[in-house]
């Protein structure tokens, strides 16, 4: 009785689910697709990291072997790029050979290794170029492109007449030669001219300005002087023009207006009769005999 009772307790117990079993074939499987799943990461990092060490080693190799294809070329570049021809656009007053020799180019010199900018500056420096365009054109022309100042006055200073631009630069040193075509402006000091000082150079673009006003209806040479800005007085066939601080057009103006009936004003330069206009005072003209 007692054994029956033993054997139906196994019988019972064997007849339930196998729990353990189960579980532990689960475990068994995961474990394994996890390893797999490693090895997989770590051959795709593996080939990513040869790769990358096959793209470094191109990029150096590509490098040296440019630096060595470039140090070999050099002397072929050098010939290839040398500068054979320099031409120059636009001059009138200039001679050619001073802006090429304002480069100061050394034989065998190759385009490749020009600064545009350098010769820029160096082109403009000459008095008669106001701008200049430096280009390098394939394979071995350096070309010079210039926009030259045009002379607009004659600008008495000091002892010595000037040759001056509509804005006040200086073109060229005369001495004691001159030029009735230009208009002159005189009241100037020649060290200031000459140094370009900023109110100088103003002082000569007013009185080129005033000069071509009065000219566009006096016939004759105009002469401006500026050494005060605030009463230019220009002089025109024997006749004295004063101008005060308002626009000068405006008081232009005002003499065309009145002109036809100063019967006693004589373009004759000669000076007879009245021969001094007075335009400082709005709204007024005023005739003088200069004694």
Do not use: C
């Amino acid at each position: 009785m007692k054994r029956w009772t033993i054997d139906r307790r196994r019988a019972q117990r064997s007849s339930g689910p196998r729990l353990n079993q189960w579980k532990g074939t689960r475990s068994s499987a995961e474990t394994t697709q996890d390893r797999a799943v490693r090895r997989t990461q770590a051959a795709a990092k593996g080939r990513r990291l040869i790769r990358w060490s096959a793209i470094v080693v191109g990029v150096v190799l590509a490098g040296w072997g440019l630096a060595v294809g470039i140090q070999r070329s050099g002397p072929l570049l050098q010939r290839l790029l040398e500068i054979k021809a320099v031409t120059v656009e636009g001059v009138h007053q200039i001679g050619k050979q001073e802006l090429v020799d304002r480069l100061a180019l050394k034989p065998g010199t190759s385009l490749h290794h020009i600064l545009t900018t350098t010769m820029k500056e160096r082109v403009e420096s000459h008095p008669w170029v106001k701008e200049a365009v430096i280009t390098r054109v394939p394979l071995h022309e350096l070309r010079i492109s210039v926009v030259e100042r045009k002379p607009a006055a004659i600008v008495h200073a000091g002892s010595e007449n000037f040759l001056s631009d509509e804005e006040g630069h200086v073109l060229a040193r005369l001495g004691q030669d001159d030029n009735g075509m230009l208009p002159m402006v005189t009241g100037l000091d020649s060290r200031e001219l000459l140094r370009g000082d900023t109110a100088v150079r103003h002082a000569v673009k007013s009185g080129v300005m005033l000069s071509r006003l009065v000219g566009q209806s006096i016939d004759g040479r105009v002469q401006v002087n500026a050494a005060n800005p605030a009463n230019l007085v220009a002089t025109v066939r024997g006749v004295q023009f004063q101008f005060g601080e308002a626009e000068v057009s405006d008081q232009w103006e005002r003499f065309q207006r009145v002109k036809p009936s100063l019967k006693t004003v004589m373009f004759d330069g000669h000076g007879r009769g009245g021969n001094e206009i007075d335009l400082r005072y709005e709204n007024r003209v005023i005739v003088r005999e200069r004694g």
